[in-house]
């Protein structure tokens, strides 16, 4: 319903006219952006990581569907109650924060395909757990499915954010000068639509294998060929640059474009420094030159009444 009410929003909501607006002027920028958005998509340093990172997302298929339904159920599950699953997914967010904070102060400095490579067979092998979970191992270890569950959460956000941290970097290095958050927005929405993809994967399994929500004979099966799939980018990891994140990435002739841009942009802003600081300073001047002659005026009054007085 959400998208009908913002569609009735636009319809209704009236938009103040700004006459003579520049409509010509604004198309012929769309027409330009566009444009450099085409030209940088077609260069090989900027498409082949754009496509590592749909299949990246896109082949760690996602089944939280069938391991949310496994944990609520009394039978083949933990059963565990909906506030503690909300309590595994609070864990799951510190992990996330962790994994921020260690690539920020370990791994920034690192090339691109060292920590992706190194965070794809950490993911793969991080979702073992879920299979050791499943398969109640984790009851033969002396590990209740409580500590197990949480740390199982806490693990595959860490990673998983380890993971994609370099793909957000590597997205904001992909970005042309001038169109910066235009790029970028696409990037990210080739991103989402990765992720779409890994449940539409994920739920398209979980259909193959009859896993319902009663049903979980075969989810064993389902997270194995999920950890195994997260493996497979990895067979796609020359199509990401080998530079680290403090290289350029973008080819010569876009980053002369930016060097241009910027150099025009600080003679703009020094011109109109100098004229904003030309007119201060001639005012100063006028008022410093009426002052004086107001001066000089009154000292000729003051000599003139001096001589009267003494005549």
Sequence with gaps: RRPYFVLAAGILLKDVHIPNFPYGQA??????????????????????????????????????????????????????????????????????????ILYQNILRDHSFRSVLCSSQLLLSLSGMLDLILVLRLNLKLGIPDYYFAVIDEGVA?????????????????????????TFFALLMSIDNIGVLSASWIGGLLLHLLRITRTEFKNLWAAILIRNV???????????????????????????????????????????????????????????????QEHLDVGQDDDEASLLANRG
């Design 27 to 100: 198309h012929k920028k769309f027409v330009e952006a566009s444009g450099k958005m085409l030209r940088t998509l077609k260069c090989p340093e900027v498409w082949r990581p754009c496509f590592y990172m749909y299949m990246s997302l896109a082949l760690s298929v996602d089944i939280q569907e069938g391991m949310f339904y496994w944990y609520t159920d009394p039978s083949a599950g933990p059963s565990f109650s909906e506030g503690f699953i909300g309590f595994i997914f609070a864990i799951g967010s510190v992990g996330s924060l962790v994994g921020v």
């Design 157 to 181: 956000k860490m990673i998983n954010r380890i993971k994609w941290m370099p793909l957000l970097v590597l997205s904001s290095k992909l970005c042309p000068a001038g169109i910066e958050g």
């Design 229 to 291: 799939m997260r493996l497979l980018p990895l067979a796609l990891l020359f199509l990401v640059p080998r530079s680290d994140p403090n290289s350029n990435i973008l080819p010569a002739d876009l980053l002369n474009e930016y060097d241009g841009a910027e150099a025009r942009r600080i003679e703009n802003v020094e011109l109109t420094s100098l004229t904003v600081d030309k007119n201060p300073s001639t005012d100063a001047s006028l008022q410093e030159c009426k002052t």
